[in-house]
């Protein structure tokens, strides 16, 4: 606290004046503090709103950008499953188609092999037939026959 020298009536006017000139200066800073302060607090509140509208629309967009995600693993693994279905179907058809080539295959070759025995059997009796023929000629006697 000031102290003021004592004059006749009072204080001294000077010093008061000069006191008082002070207290106003320093009054004015601080409001002039004060309101900047207020204009600082203005823009800050303004920022953070300004950031928080951000954070509201990054947080929709990390929302989003997760159900676009769920969505393509889901679509992604359905049609996994899809091309996984579609290709055990193609390899069921291919190893049937394949039997069926190979039981063709089969009977083919067991018609040939029966083809072949009836050949062999109707050569055999051909053959035996020519040989039985040729013991007759063997057992024909030429000698009669040239006497007639």
Known sequence: MKKFDTVFRGYDKEQVQKCLDEIIANYEALLN???KTEEENKKLLESIAYYQRMEDTMNRA?????????????SARKEAESLVT???????????????????????ADQLRRNT????????????????????????DFERVDSN
């Open 33 to 35: 503090k004060s309101k």
């Open 62 to 74: 990390i929302y989003t950008a997760e159900a676009a995600g769920d969505q393509i693993k889901s």
């Open 117 to 140: 025995n009836i050949l062999k059997r109707r050569l055999r009796q051909i053959i035996e037939n020519q040989l039985e023929v040729i013991e007759e000629i063997d057992n024909v």
């Open 86 to 108: 579609e290709a055990r179907h193609n390899a069921n058809r291919i190893i049937n188609d394949a039997l069926l080539k190979a039981e063709k295959a089969q009977n083919h």
